[in-house]
């Protein structure tokens, strides 16, 4: 049983561009969490898709947004990339009605020049 | 708002050595509480966690309790190995029927030295 997997692995990017970043669910959830984690700092919660819609937001400007296809899997899209949007970007997924355990994928490491 | 907060890092211990990993948290809500680990190169993976006041989680010797009164969570170990160095995250989730976001601190890097 595949765990949470992402794609790519590592992504370098000019300021200014756009980027994609993928995620496919651990089996059997349909739930997918983003998160972005600094450099030194503890991940923070982007936003979450269930039923291909966004269902909760963090703070986080427009520039970031998201996508949920059918087979529950998840896009992360970055517009107009600021050197600040450098860092580790976690998917999570979850069973809709579990409050508690979120299953991380590795993550994509996104460097923007 | 929500918030988590861990004792300052890194910290280095010799293996055998008892550990402690501070957390306290603010919450809006009734919060669950989970201790994360991140190994290098690696995505978070759960520890243990806690979803109710007086709660232990345990999992690999590893244990922490929920105190409701202090809004503490502080992870302990009785003898730490080189296998333990990681990044070790607190974090919390509001209760509900559904998945909901986690907060997390800003991590505790552990080093294990044989």
């Known amino acids: 049983d595949a765990g949470v997997t992402q794609s790519p692995t590592h992504l370098i990017k000019t300021r200014g561009q756009q980027v994609t970043l993928r995620c496919s669910p651990k089996?059997?959830?349909?739930?997918v969490s983003w998160y972005q984690q600094a450099l030194g700092q503890g991940p923070q919660f982007i936003f979450q898709?269930?039923?291909?819609?966004?269902?909760q937001r963090g703070n986080f400007p427009d520039r970031f947004s998201g996508h949920q296809f059918p087979n529950y899997s998840s896009e992360l899209n970055v517009n107009a990339l600021l050197l600040g949007d450098s860092a580790l970007y976690l998917c999570?997924?979850?069973?809709?009605?579990?409050?508690?355990?979120?299953?991380f994928g590795p993550g994509t490491r996104l460097t923007v020049t | 708002g929500n918030s988590v907060t861990q004792m300052e890092g890194p910290v280095t211990l010799s293996e055998e050595a008892f550990l402690t990993i501070n957390c306290t948290y603010t919450?809006?809500?009734?919060?669950?509480l989970f201790w994360y680990v991140q190994y290098p190169g690696e995505g978070l993976q759960l520890l243990l966690k806690?979803?109710?006041?007086?709660d232990k989680g345990s999992n690999k010797g590893f244990e922490a309790t929920y105190r409701k009164e202090t809004t503490s969570f502080h992870l302990e170990k009785g003898s730490v190995q080189v296998s333990d160095s990681a990044v070790y995250f607190c974090?919390?989730?509001?209760?509900?029927?559904?998945?909901?976001?986690?907060?997390f601190g800003s991590g505790t890097q552990l080093t294990v030295l044989p």
């Open positions: 806690a979803t109710k006041a007086d």
């Open positions: 898709y269930y039923e291909e819609e966004e269902r």
């Open positions: 089996s059997g959830h349909d739930t």
């Open positions: 974090a919390l989730t509001i209760s509900s029927g559904s998945a909901r976001q986690l907060t």
């Open positions: 919450a809006t809500g009734y919060p669950s």
């Open positions: 999570a997924s979850s069973p809709r009605y579990s409050s508690y355990e979120q299953y």
